[in-house]
């Protein structure tokens, strides 16, 4: 799924890119972030981001809080944070011999091939991931905050930015992550309709067959890991830009633990 997605064009994130061409209807070639982004912010949205900037306002000038210099936790954390996230998805504990934390769905013993072509399960499966991305995430997120406020009053304007346009796009954030196990349903239903049109004239179809390597399952399996290594990525990287503002400086940052 991945292999001819790498001549797409580079200013969109990898899960843009895996999405259009799960459906191409959803590629826009014609995006332009500035202006999306302010068709998502309302007066009030403005007056908010205008209240923190100036808040600020000499903010750079100001001088800045001896902090010690220790290196900080935090970048470690992250690194471990996403191997963490990214085995939870890599380990499915079907077609992977490692044991999963979410079990990749199975069609049930004695299921038939219209029952097991259910797309419920994976549906319930994605989200299950989701929910863990953003519970770790939101807890390195707050953490990198808060070293950041410790160090200088410019520092802790950026937290108090990132706070700011957290709360005003977190509800369309959801709204549009939420779509993706939906796109994921069109991949689902074009693998399983290939490979029933690939099955010989009268040949029984035995979900039992679909968890062997090889298997219209299992390319399906590769598809939803492509997607959520996408999103996982995505979803780091607020808190990835928060942690490199810190910079070398040290902090006293609490340690996080996933």
């Known amino acids: 799924m991945t292999r001819g997605l790498q001549r797409a064009t580079f200013n969109r994130s990898a899960l843009v890119r895996l999405l259009s061409e799960v459906a191409p209807?959803?590629?826009?070639?014609?995006y332009d972030f500035g202006e999306r982004l302010g068709q998502w912010l309302d007066f009030s949205d403005a007056l908010t981001?205008?209240?923190?900037?100036?808040?600020?306002?000499g903010a750079a000038s100001a001088a800045q809080t001896d902090a010690p210099a220790t290196p900080s936790p935090?970048?470690?954390?992250?690194?471990?944070?996403?191997?963490?996230?990214?085995?939870?998805?890599l380990n499915d504990g079907v077609f992977s011999t490692e044991t999963a934390r979410v079990r990749f769905p199975t069609p049930l013993p004695q299921a038939t091939a219209e029952s097991a072509a259910d797309f419920s399960p994976y549906h319930r499966y994605y989200l299950a991931h989701q929910r863990d991305m953003s519970a770790a995430i939101a807890a390195l997120r707050g953490a990198a905050r808060k070293a950041l406020a410790a160090l200088s009053p410019a520092h802790r304007q950026l937290?108090?930015?990132?706070?700011?346009?957290?709360?005003?796009?977190?509800?369309?954030?959801?709204?549009?992550?939420?779509?993706?196990?939906?796109?994921?349903?069109?991949?689902?239903?074009?693998?399983?309709?290939?490979?029933?049109?690939?099955?010989?004239?009268?040949?029984?179809?035995?979900?039992?067959?679909?968890?062997?390597?090889?298997s219209w399952?299992?390319?399906?399996?590769?598809?939803?890991?492509?997607?959520?290594?996408?999103e996982l990525e995505l979803r780091l990287k607020p808190?990835?830009?928060l942690i490199a503002a810190l910079g070398a400086a040290g902090d006293n940052s609490p340690t996080v633990t996933p």
């Open 239 to 241: 808190v990835a830009g």
């Open 159 to 214: 937290a108090q930015l990132d706070v700011a346009f957290d709360n005003i796009l977190s509800a369309r954030e959801r709204n549009l992550l939420a779509t993706i196990p939906l796109l994921l349903a069109k991949r689902f239903a074009q693998r399983y309709q290939e490979h029933r049109d690939a099955l010989a004239p009268g040949a029984s179809d035995d979900p039992a067959a679909w968890t062997q390597a090889g």
């Open 74 to 89: 935090l970048p470690g954390q992250l690194a471990r944070i996403r191997q963490n996230l990214a085995d939870a998805i």
């Open 25 to 30: 209807e959803t590629s826009d070639p014609k």
């Open 49 to 57: 981001l205008s209240s923190v900037l100036n808040s600020g306002a």
């Open 217 to 230: 399952l299992e390319a399906f399996c590769q598809d939803t890991q492509a997607v959520l290594l996408a």
